[in-house]
C-alpha cells in the first residue's frame, strides 16, 4: 500500500519521422551508427540513477536494452534501408524497428509483448537522439504517487526514486519490465487501471491498495489514520516475510513442500532466487527464444540455460522441452495457420516435425547440462504413450550419440510429463510407470476440461469453474503416484491458490510452483497451517 498527492504525467509517446530523401546517405548512416553510442551512454546513466535502490541482478535488465540497441539485424537492416532509398535515418530506423515490433506484438503472448514495448522504448530513445531532442525526462519535486498512461523504463529510472510513493498506470502488464522493476524496488503499484490518468487529477489525495488491486481517493482524516496505521504494518510483515522465506516451509506438523519458481528468462531467476525459490519447478525454455530470427542452435541453449541455473546452482531445476505453438509463435517455424491451433501442432508434436533444428539440440544441451546441474526434464503436451514412448526413445538416443562422441552421460535425469491433456490427467495407471515425476499444467487442463480457449477473454469465465475437476484428478493422480513413489507436483495458476494450499498439502505433493514473487507469501502461508 501507499498513501499520497498524484502527480499525473502526460503520454509522451507521440513522436513523427516523416520520410526525407538525401543526397548523402553515408552522412545519414554516420548519423545513425553515431546515435547507438549515445543511446547505449543514456541506458548507463539510467542505470546508474536506479542502481543505489536495486539490487544488482536487477539492474540486468539493462543490459537486454543495450543489447537491443546493438541487435545486428536491426542496423543492417536500417543502414541498407538508407542506403537503398537515400532516406533521413530516423525514418529508417523507425521502419526497420516497427517491423520488429509488429512481429512480436502479433504472437500471443503478454511476454512478448513486453518485449515489443522495451523495443518501442529503445526505438523512442534512438530516434530522439537522431532528431536531436533532449530524451523526455518528467521528474518529481516531492514524494508522490505517479499516474500514467503508461511509462517505460527509461521513463521510471528518471524520476527521482526518493519521491516515487507509488505507481499507477491505465495500460501496462504483469510482465512487463516496468512492472518488474517497480516490483523489485519495492514500490506498490497498480497497472491497467481504466483511464486512470484521465480521471486522476495531480494534487488528489490517493491511496494504492495493491493487495486488494484497488485505488482510494476522496479520504477524510479518519481513512487517512486507517491507511496508515495498515501500511505501516504490512511493511513489517513483508519485510519478515522475504527474510523466513529463505529455506523450506514447514507446517506446524512439520510437513513441507517444495515452493518452486516458473521462470521463462533470466529475470525470472535472479528473482526465483530473491524470493526464496526451492528451485525453480518451470523453465518454459520457449520463452527464452521467441525473440530471435533463427532457431537456437545447441550452443545456444546450453549457454541460456547455464546463466539461470547459475542464479540458484545448489537446487534441483525442473526444465521444459520447448513448447512453440499455439499462442506461442515464432518467426523461425512456420505458421500453420490451424483453426485451434491449442490443439494442433504445438510442443513436442512441433518438435519432432522439426526434430533436427528444434527437439535434438534441446535434448542434447539438456543431457550436457546435466552432468554439470541438477536437473529435470519436462515433456510438454503428452497426449497418449505413444507420445511418452517417442520422447523416451528420442532422449535416449541423444544420449547414446553423444555418448559415442565420448560425452560420458552414464545416467540420464528424471524424466517426467506435464499432466495438462484429460486422457492423461483421468488415466495416471497408464501412465505412472514409464515417467520419472509429474507435474499438472492446469492452464491448460483447464481450458481442454472447459473448451475454454485460455487466450480468449470472452470465455475466459469459464476455466475458474474447472478447479473443482482439477483437484479431484490431481487428487486421484497423487495416490498413484505415491503407491509409486513418484514426484508430482503443480506447476499451473492454480498451483498459488491458497485456498487449495491445506489440501496439495494432504496430497501430500512434492512441489509447487508459480510466479517467483508469489513464493514469500505462500510459504509464510503453510507455516501457519497444521
Ligand atoms: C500449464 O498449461 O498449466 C502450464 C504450466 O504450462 P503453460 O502455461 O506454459 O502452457
Ligand atoms: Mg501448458
Known sequence: MAIGKAIVFENRDKYKTPIKTTANANEEINNFTNALPVAIEKIEILKRNLAINLPKDELEIFESYSAMVNDPEVIEKTISLIDNYNCNADFAYYEISKEFIETLEQIDDPYLKQRAEDLKMISKMIIEILQGNKYNSQDLSSPSIVVAEKINTAQLAELNQEYLLGLITSKGGITDHTSIIVKALGIPYLLEVKEAHQKIKTNDLLVIDSKNNCVHHNLNKKDIGRFNGQINL??????????????????????????????????????????????????????????????????????????????????????????????????????????????????????????????????????KLSKLYKIKILCPMIANNQDLDQILNAIKLEQKELNHLGEEIKILPPIGIMVEIPNVAVNPENFISKADFFSFGTNDLAQFLMAADRTNEDVSRYLASADHSIIHLIKNFAKHAKKHKKEISICGELASNKKYLAQFLEMNLDGISMSPSLIPEIKAEIKLLD
Open 234 to 367: 504490512d511493511q513489517k510483515i513483508m519485510k519478515k516475510f522475504m527474510r523466513d522465506a529463505q529455506g523450506e516451509a514447514f507446517t506446524k506438523s512439520g510437513k513441507t513442500i517444495n515452493v518452486l519458481a516458473n521462470v521463462g528468462s533470466l529475470e525470472d531467476a535472479v528473482q526465483a532466487l530473491k524470493f526464496g525459490a526451492d528451485g525453480i519447478g518451470l523453465l518454459r525454455t520457449e520463452l527464452c527464444f521467441l525473440k530471435r530470427s533463427s532457431f537456437p542452435s545447441e550452443k545456444t541453449h546450453i549457454d541460456t540455460y547455464t546463466k539461470i541455473l547459475d542464479k540458484l546452482p545448489e537446487k534441483t531445476h525442473t526444465l521444459r522441452l520447448l513448447d512453440f505453438g499455439s499462442d506461442k509463435k515464432v518467426s523461425y517455424l512456420p505458421d500453420l495457420k490451424e483453426d485451434n491451433p491449442a490443439l494442433g501442432n504445438r510442443a513436442l508434436r512441433l518438435g519432432f516435425y522439426y526434430y533436427k533444428k528444434l527437439l535434438k539440440p534441446q535434448i542434447r544441451a539438456f543431457l
